[in-house]
T-cell receptor
Framework: AQSVTQPDIHITVSEGASLELRCNYSYGATPYLFWYVQSPGQGLQLLLKYFSGDTLVQGIKGFEAEFKRSQSSFNLRKPSVHWSDAAEYFCAVGASGGYNKLIFGAGTRLAVHP | GAGVSQSPSNKVTEKGKDVELRCDPISGHTALYWYRQSLGQGLEFLIYFQGNSAPDKSGLPSDRFSAERTGGSVSTLTIQRTQQEDSAVYLC???????????????FGPGTRLTVL
């Protein structure tokens, strides 16, 4: 069965520090992979997605993620975190073909210290 | 343009009562999804509507949960005889559906926070 694991429930970083949020997936075929961000009181916003091709994908707000098939991972990174990045981050895997039921991880809550 | 809207934003109910949650998708989006976000857990797929096709109800946790979509637009998620474990944030998403595209982005609403006392 498809599943997504985000090992870190909560992460705290200092403003300006680099960030890496981990995501591992289980999926039989080549997955469609996503990272979403959820700010307090807000809906989910798509940060970036991977379908195929270049395994390093760029997203909004300076985020990037790297797909590593050998490790079944799709970790999210940002070189320098801003206080406004404090939010909850969800990794998700989806099926192909127009209809995309998303399977989400449990999320990682990011706190940013000044 | 307007995004996905959901109402109410918060709902507090007593155990055993029925509740209705509403979702207004983005105009023109033919696909509509409901997800549930329980405390400390990720988002759990509940149900999917696409046009006039039969909905995919595979994620509904029990027969107390049902949903309908009228006129291919607004959707209502109904929970009958609510239980405390139904307390969660219920999120709705909509998307276009294009067979020419390998993926159609889902746009999420702000959610309805349901608390069952």
């Amino acid at each position: 069965a498809q599943s997504v694991t985000q090992p870190d429930i909560h992460i705290t970083v200092s403003e300006g520090a680099s960030l890496e949020l981990r995501c591992n997936y289980s999926y039989g075929a080549t997955p469609y992979l996503f990272w979403y961000v959820q700010s307090p009181g807000q809906g989910l916003q798509l940060l970036l997605k991977y379908f195929s091709g270049d395994t390093l994908v760029q997203g909004i707000k300076g985020f990037e993620a790297e797909f590593k098939r050998s490790q079944s991972s799709f970790n999210l990174r940002k070189p320098s975190v801003h206080w406004s990045d404090a939010a909850e981050y969800f990794c998700a895997v989806g099926a192909s073909g127009g209809y995309n039921k998303l399977i989400f991880g449990a999320g990682t809550r990011l706190a940013v210290h000044p | 343009g307007a995004g996905v809207s959901q109402s109410p934003s918060n709902k507090v109910t007593e155990k055993g009562k029925d509740v209705e949650l509403r979702c207004d998708p983005i105009s023109g989006h033919t696909a509509l999804y409901w997800y549930r976000q329980s405390l400390g857990q990720g988002l759990e797929f509940l149900i999917y509507f696409q046009g006039n096709s039969a909905p995919d109800k595979s994620g509904l946790p029990s027969d107390r949960f049902s949903a309908e979509r009228t006129g291919g637009s607004v959707s209502t998620l109904t929970i009958q005889r609510t239980q405390q474990e139904d307390s969660a944030v219920y999120l709705c998403a909509s998307s276009l559906v294009s067979l020419k595209s390998s993926y159609n982005e889902q746009f999420f609403g702000p959610g309805t926070r349901l608390t069952v006392l």
